[in-house]
C-alpha cells in the first residue's frame, strides 16, 4: 500500500509530510513524568489543570478544551457540533475534511453535507463563500449552510490573512454561519504570519479550533479548542461518544502542556518553516527546478524535469509527486527536519539538474 | 464533577479503577525508543509491524489489528461491524457497552439496538441469551439479533470459564450471531484462568476481540483483535471515518509491541490478581468486613459499616462505594499496586472495624 | 410470513387488529374530490391550508401539523427533535416504539437510546419516571434522559387518566425533560375519555404528539402535531429529510380534514370503543371465557380454552393467540366492526365453550 | 414560500411541475375499490399481490417491490442498500437526490457522500464517471466509490439512450459499483425511448429502480424495484425502520396496480410527452421564444424576452423561470395537461411576442 523507501540512517530523506517526524524531546520528557504516580481518570487529573491553564494563557482568555486522538476526531468532532444533520458545511475542495477523512465530518454530524467551494492555494474565496453561504436558505428542499471550515495553514500551505479570515467570519456570521478552523499546522500559521494566537482564533470570529499539534511535535495528541462554550457541554458528550474520552487523559494533556510550555510550539513550527523556506530558496536557485508559489509555511511545490523526480526516489528521497501534473512535486518540512538534511536534498537536486 | 480526594505521595490509596495507575516501566521505554527518526504514517511503520507480529505470535496464528484510542471505541467499532443498523446486540444489563459508554455503540452501528440479558456476576445467562437470540427472528418490524457482546473479565471482576464462553458462542452461532469479547481486562482473565490468550477467543467462537491494555500497563493504546478477517476491510475504513488511523501509529504501536513483549501484559496482570486477592484475603479475616463473591480478578466487592467507610473516604482512600446497597464498596487493582498499599489500606479497615 | 385466513365476504372475521379495517366513505370522498384539477405541491395546496385549520379548531389553539405516512414515522420523527443522540427516551418496556419499529427511533434520532420502564397495562409507573429522569444527568459517560413518550391510549387498550398524563408531564418537566405522546389510538383514547383533545394534550402537557388515523378511517394518513413550535423548523426539514414531504401532499390533507370534519373521527372511535365493550360484556358472561381486565377503549384481552382458541381460528377467525401466556388472546375493534360481526363471534365461542 | 397563483378553474395554467396534477380516474377507482372490507396489514393483502404480478409482467421478470410514499424515499432507500456509510454515489451536480432532498440519501445511508460529476442536460458523463468510480480505491483515507445513481429522464428532460445507460452501468460494473436509475420520470422515458421496461432497467445493468409513478397519475405511490433480489431483506428492514412499511399498504398498492393496468401509466406519459412536444413545437414557430433543446420527455427550456415572462406571470400562468440565467423558463407538462391548455398558453405567449 506504502511504497516509500525507508529513510537512511543518520539524514531525514522523507519529505512526504510532517507526520513522519518522531516527538520533541520535551514532550518526551513529559510523557516521562507522567507516567508514575496514580491520578484521576477522564481528565480529572493534575496534568489536564495544566493543560487547560496553559491554553488559556496561549489564546488570551479561558478556552474550553477537549484533547482528541487525531486532527480528523478533532474536525469531525467540531463540525457535529455546529451544524445538524439537515445542514451543510461550506469548505474548500480541497479541503482535508473533504478529500481525506474517509467521511469522518459526514458520520459525526449524522449527515450533513460538505459543500465544497473553489479558490486558489486550496483558500476559499470570499465571493463564493457569500453565494454559497445565502443559497436556498430557509428552502426544506435543500440542506441549510451552517458552518464554514478553513483550513490555516491550508492543505497547500498558503496562508490566509488576518484580514481574509475576519473577513470570510464577517460573511459566515452574516449569514448565520459558525466558523470552524482546521489548524492543522496551527502552529506554522502562527509563526509565519507573527500574529498571536487570539487574533488568528476567536478575535477574528472563529467559533471552534481544531488545534493540531501531532504534526508539529507531540506523539498523538492533538485538541478541540472551544471559544463558543456554549458548545461545550454538546462536545463533551459528542467526545464521549466517538470513545474519545480517555481514562488516562494524562498522557494526552502532558503533551499538550508541555508542547505549549515555553514557547516550544512555536519554535517547533518556526524551525519547520524556516527549512521550507531554505529549501525553496535552493530550489529557486536552480535551473531545472520551478518553485510553483511562494513559501508561506512548512509546505512547497515545485517542478522538476521526470527524470529527475525518478532519480531521486531512486537514491531514497521520499515526497508526493503523483498527485498532480506531471512534474509536479510537494515537500514539506517539520520540526525535526535539519539544515543537512535539506542541503543533502538540494545538492541531490542540483546534481541531477546540471 | 469529580470529588475523589489525590493520593497522597508514595502510596497509591485509589481503588477506583485500575485506570487511575500511571505506565509500565516497558512501555514508557518502548515510547521513547519510537520517538526518534522519521518513519512512516498511517502504520506503515516498523513498530506496527512489529507489533502485529507480535499480536500473531501470542494468539497463535494470524490476526488482524488496528490500534485505538480507547476501549470505548474499541467496543464500538467492533460492533459495527458485527451488526448491521436494523441490527441488536445481546449484551449483559450491567455491561460496560449498555452502561458507561454514552451511546457509543449506538453511534457506531448507525442505531442499532443494545438488548440487555439479567444473569449473575454481569455475566449473560446461556438460556436468556438462547431465548434473544431466537425472538423475533424474520420478523421486519423488530430489529434483528445480529451479536453478542460478552465481557471478560466482567464488569465485577467475575470470570466465564472456557467452557461458558465456548457455551455462549454456540448458541449464537447456531443461532446466526457473530461474537464480539470486551477485553478491558483481557490480561487479568487469562492470567487468572491459566489458559492461552488462543483458547479463550478464536478457539472458543469469538470473532472480534476488544483487547485492552490501557487499565494494565499502557499508556493509552488499546485495539481491536480480528479474528474473522473478512471483517477486516470494514473495520479499517470505520477506524479511519472514526477518526482513529492515527498518522503516528508507531506511538500506539511501540507500546503494544512492549506489551505483549517477554509477557510483561501477563506479570502486569498476574501482579494485579495477586493484589486483589491478597487484598479479599485480608478482608475475609476482619470481622466487620463482608466479601460479597469469590475474588477471581482484579476486582472485589466487601460491604463494610457506613461508619468506616465515611472514615476510610476521610483518610484520603478513595473507592466507589454509593452505586450499590448501602455499604457495597468496590475495590480494583492494578498492575502499579503494591503489596504496601493493599496492606496500609488493610491495616486501616482494622483499626476502623475492631 | 402471515398466516391469517382471509375473512369470509360479508362478515368482518379479523380481530387481530384495526389496521384491517378499509376506509371511511367520508375518507373516500374526500380522495374523490381531491383527485381532480391542479393544485400546489410540498403542502401549498387548498386542502393541507384546510387541514391546519380544522386541527387548530379540534385542539382549540393553533399548532403545526405534518402529515406523515405512517405511526412509525410520525413517532420516529418526534422523537428525533425531542432528543439528541446522546440522549434517551424514557418509554414503556412494551411500547410500540421499543418493539416494533425495528429500530425506528434509533434511526432517526441518530442513535439515542430507548429506556424502557416497567409498569402494568403497559403504563409508565410515575415513580419509575421520576427514578429514570434523574438517573446519572450530567453524567458524561451515561447516555442523558431526554425525552418521556406515553401511547394513549396503550397498547394494551388501556388508558392513562388525564390526572395521570398531567402526573407524567410533571416529573418529566421538572426534570428538563420533554413529553411526546403516542396517539396511534388517540381518538379511542378521547372518545373514552370524554375529555377535549385539549385537556390530554397541550393542557397536560404535551410537546409533540404522534396523531394516528389510519387505524381509524383514513387510508395512509397520519401526522405530527406539534405544541411546541419552536420544535416546527427542525420537524419540517428532518421531514423532507425523511422523505416525508409528499408533493401531492392534498392527498393526505383531504383525508384528515375529513377525518376531523363534523366528528368523524370521534364517531368512528366511539363506534370501535363500544364494540369492544359489547364484545367485553358478552364475553363475560360465558362460563369458558375469562376476560383479564376492563375493557377501557378497543382492545381486550381473554383467555380461552386452547381448543376453544383452535376451533375459532379454524372456522376462519384471527385474532392474536401465541404471544403471550396460553390462552391469552386479544381482540380489537374497529370504526368498520359491525354489531353483527361481533355477536357472530360471540355465537361461536358460547357454541364452543358450552 | 410559494408564490404561484392558483390555477383558473377549467384551465391548467400550471407548468412548473407534473406533481400539480390530480390522479388519473382509474388510480381513484382503484383507491375506492380498496376502501372496502378488511384485509391484512403490511402488504399480506390482495391489492399488493395483484401489484406485485403487474410489476412482474411490465418488467418480463420477477421482481421484488417496496411500495414508498415518495421519490425520495425510493432514492434515498435504495442507495442505503448500494453503499456502506463509507462508500460514495457518483451521481449528476445536478440530480435530485444531490439539490432537492435535504440529504435524505446521506440520512438514510449513514452519511455517505455523493460525488457529483459534470455533464450536459443532467447527464453523466461516461468518462467523468470512470475517471471517479476508480479515484482512491482502496485508499482507506477517502470514501470509496460504490454505486453510481442516473436518473431516466434527466432532471432536465433529457433522455439517455439505451446504449449509454448500457455504457455507463459497464462503467460501472468493470469497477465494481452498483447501478441505481431515479425514475421519477420514468414512463416518459420508457413511452419516449418506445423500450421495454426491461430493456431499460435490468438488461442494461440496473440493480435498483426508483420507480415513479405519483407524477405520472398516481396519488402517494412510488416503489422501489429490486432487480437485484439479494437487496431485498436489507432493503425491507430498512423501509420498515424508515416507517414506510405501511399497515394499509392496500391503499398504495391498489395505486400501483392500476398505474401498471392496461397500459394506464405509458398512456398517461405518452400524453404528457405529446403536450411537451405540441408545446415545443408551437414556441419553436415563434419569434420571440428560443427552445433550448431539442423536447425529448415531458420538460422543455425555453429562453423568452423577460417582460414575456412578467407578463405570463401576471396573467396566472406559473412555471419556473429565476432558477438559471435570465430569460430562461422551465415548462412541465403533464398526463393531465390539455392540448386547450397548452393552447391557451401558446396564445397568450403569441400575443405579447408579437
Excluded at 508514575?36 to 491553564?53: F, K, N, V
Excluded at 475542495?93 to 481525506?100: L, M, P, Q, V, Y
Excluded at 451552517?146 to 498558503?158: C, F, K, L, N, R
Aim: net charge negative.
Amino acid at each position: 500500500m506504502n511504497s516509500i523507501t525507508s529513510a537512511a540512517p543518520g539524514t531525514q530523506r522523507i519529505f512526504t509530510s510532517d507526520n513522519t517526524a518522531g516527538a520533541s524531546p520535551e514532550i518526551v520528557q513529559a510523557v516521562i513524568a507522567a507516567a508514575s504516580g496514580q491520578d484521576l481518570p477522564y481528565g480529572a487529573d493534575r496534568h489536564t489543570a495544566g493543560a487547560r491553564a496553559r491554553f488559556a494563557e496561549v489564546f488570551g482568555r479561558d478556552v474550553d478544551v477537549l484533547p482528541v486522538s487525531t486532527g480528523s476526531v478533532a474536525n469531525a468532532l467540531s463540525l457535529a457540533a455546529l451544524t445538524p444533520p439537515w445542514g451543510s458545511v461550506l469548505c474548500h475542495r480541497d479541503s482535508h475534511i473533504n478529500t481525506d477523512e474517509c467521511g469522518a465530518p459526514e458520520f459525526f454530524t449524522g449527515g450533513a453535507k460538505l459543500v465544497h467551494l473553489p479558490g486558489d492555494d486550496a483558500k476559499i474565496d470570499a465571493e463564493q463563500l457569500h453565494a454559497a453561504a445565502h443559497r436556498k436558505v430557509g428552502d426544506v428542499h435543500s440542506v441549510q449552510p451552517s458552518a464554514v471550515s478553513i483550513t490555516q495553514a491550508t492543505e497547500t500551505g498558503a496562508l490566509y490573512s488576518l484580514d481574509e479570515i475576519r473577513g470570510l467570519s464577517r460573511v459566515a456570521k452574516d449569514a448565520g454561519l459558525r466558523v470552524h478552523m482546521d489548524g492543522a499546522r496551527f502552529a506554522n500559521a502562527v509563526a509565519a504570519l507573527g500574529c498571536t494566537p487570539a487574533e488568528m482564533t476567536w478575535q477574528a470570529g472563529i467559533d471552534v479550533l481544531s488545534f493540531g499539534a501531532t504534526k508539529n511535535g507531540t506523539m498523538t495528541a492533538d485538541a478541540v479548542v472551544v471559544f463558543d462554550r456554549a458548545l461545550t457541554q454538546e462536545l463533551s458528550f459528542r467526545a464521549k461518544r466517538a470513545g474519545q474520552l480517555t481514562s488516562k487523559m494524562r498522557f494526552q494533556s502532558a503533551q499538550l502542556d508541555a508542547y505549549l510550555t515555553d514557547g516550544l510550539w512555536l519554535r517547533n513550527a518556526a524551525h519547520a518553516n524556516t527549512m521550507a523556506a531554505r529549501l525553496g530558496h535552493g530550489l529557486k536557485a536552480l535551473h531545472g527546478a520551478d518553485l510553483l508559489h511562494a513559501v508561506e509555511a512548512n509546505i512547497l511545490f515545485c517542478r522538476l524535469p521526470q527524470p529527475v523526480v525518478d532519480q531521486l526516489l531512486a537514491e531514497g528521497f521520499a515526497f508526493y509527486h503523483d498527485r498532480w501534473e506531471p512534474g509536479v512535486c510537494r515537500f514539506v518540512t517539520s520540526f525535526s527536519t535539519t539544515e543537512h538534511d535539506v542541503d543533502t536534498f538540494l545538492d541531490a537536486v542540483r546534481r541531477l539538474t546540471t
